[in-house]
């Protein structure tokens, strides 16, 4: 196993709840507050069980495998499906260049992988400008058709 196995990816959500309050998110502040409330009518103690369950972490730690190579990443419980479908893709992408260039080490292969996906990138997002500049252009062309149109009729 060498240094780059065992280094640690984590992909965060959007809000950094997560990392600037552990305790807090980890449930337990929020359970003693619910339990200090117990005391309390049923129904002021309902909320609380409801924002206890809204501040739980939904982070899961998630090994993925690239090229033969696993990395732990950290997760959120909603995108585990489309982290793992873009770990297939990355991983048949890795491994074929990996057949065309065995010599390659694994950091090179997932930089080459990294440039390639790129460039497929921003050409999709090139040709996505593209049609978007021709729709214009067919429809002002059309309302041109249509005005020209109307007015003849």
Known sequence: MTDNQSKTIEKQPKNHQIKDNPVQNSGLQPQKAASTESTASSAASQPTTKTVK????????????????????????????????????????????????????????????????YEKIHTTQRNDEDRMQQDKQSEALLNKIMKDAHSIL
Request: charged letters at 20%; a negative charge.
């Open 54 to 117: 809204t501040s739980e972490p939904q982070i899961k730690k998630v090994d993925i495998a690239i090229a033969g190579v696993t990395y732990p990443i950290f997760c959120p419980v909603h995108e585990q499906e489309e982290l793992r479908s873009a770990v297939s893709y990355i991983n048949n992408y890795a491994l074929d260049l990996k057949r065309d260039a065995p010599s390659l080490s694994q950091e090179s292969l997932l930089v080459l992988c990294c440039l390639d996906l």
